[in-house]
């Protein structure tokens, strides 16, 4: 082939050439540009209601539909709410009831102040006062029928003092005196004849007194003590009067119970039961006198006692 029919040959290719490349370029670009645009257009179509169509298309809707609504902004979404608490956890049967209240050591009270060692104890020194009333018999009797018998019977009074010390736990030694007086207008004188008469008896001696249990007030004991009476009486029935001045000896015993009134004070009473015996001897004209008088009786005595 000549060069001229070459060059027409290529003449008529280069147009050739230029269309293929702008078809595989036009190819290429709307391939990859518009080939998804037509799948979604062709989605939408079908998901489109009767009447529409897609741009382009055939079919035309009757009326143009307004365009879809433009969708607000989502509003923002409220803020978190704070979760409840957990419910508490389950109590098994019995968990209900209150624990069960521990119990309390009892109060101790304070210890009182210290006593001191002697209170309200029987110890120690010894003071006693009692007085009270006194029944008892005196009668005197003589070896002369010029001077007849006396007796002085009645209820009178009587005191007694004691004083002492504490050489033994519980027992008391100490002395007295005291003082026991009669007084009646019955007094017999001779053999039936009555007059009034007084009887006196004064004591002193030593005692002993006893308390079995020092804290508390019963206690008993005795005393023995010289005793000097003397018998009054006025003359009756013709019968000359007798006087009587002697001494002697008595004896006692008593038991009484006292009660704390403070530490080392007690009030009581004791019951005394004793007598006496005394002699005159008086020088006469005639000879020489003799007389005997003799008393017994008991007495109840209300106390003080400080010990």
Same mark, same amino acid.
């Given at each position: ?65 307004? +365009? &879809? %609504?433009?969708? $607000?902004?989502?509003?923002?979404? !409220? @803020? /978190?709410? #704070?979760?409840? *608490? ?11 009831? +209150? &624990? %069960?209240?521990? $119990?309390?050591?009892?109060?101790? !009270? @304070? /210890?009182? #102040?210290?006593? *001191? ?191």
């Amino acid at each position: 082939m000549n060069r001229s029919q070459r060059r027409g040959s290529e003449g008529c290719f280069q147009p050739l050439m230029l269309g293929l490349r702008l078809g595989l370029g036009l190819g290429f670009g709307f391939g990859f540009g518009f080939g998804p645009g037509l799948e979604t257009a062709h989605a939408q179509e079908e998901q489109m209601p009767e009447g529409w169509a897609l741009p382009g298309g055939d079919a035309a809707p009757e009326s143009i539909a307004p +365009p &879809p %609504p433009v969708l $607000a902004d989502p509003e923002p979404e !409220p @803020a /978190a709410v #704070p979760l409840p *608490p957990p419910p508490p956890p389950r109590q098994s049967a019995g968990a209900g009831k +209150p &624990p %069960p209240r521990r $119990a309390m050591a009892p109060l101790t !009270p @304070a /210890a009182p #102040p210290a006593l *001191p060692s002697n209170a309200y104890v029987h110890d120690g020194f010894y003071l006693r006062f009692g007085a009270g009333p006194v029944y008892a018999r005196t009668s005197v009797r003589t070896d002369r029928v010029s001077q007849p018998d006396v007796a002085v019977r009645g209820i009178g009074g009587g005191f007694e003092f004691w004083i002492g010390g504490t050489p033994f736990r519980g027992i008391t030694i100490g002395g007295l005196i005291g003082f026991n007086q009669i007084t009646t207008d019955e007094a017999t004188v001779g053999s039936g004849g009555h007059a009034p008469g007084l009887a006196n008896t004064a004591l002193a001696g030593v005692f002993i007194d006893s308390y079995p249990d020092p804290h508390q007030g019963f206690h008993f004991g005795g005393w023995v003590a010289g005793a000097a009476t003397e018998v009054k009486t006025e003359a009756a029935g013709g019968v000359g009067e007798t006087d009587f001045s002697g001494g002697g000896l008595a004896l006692a015993v008593f038991v009484g119970l006292d009660a704390w009134i403070a530490r080392q004070w007690s009030f009581g009473a004791l019951l005394r039961l004793g007598g006496s015996l005394a002699r005159d001897r008086s020088q006469q004209q005639s000879g020489q006198l003799l007389k005997q008088g003799e008393t017994y009786g008991a007495a109840v005595l209300v106390s003080v006692v400080y010990q």
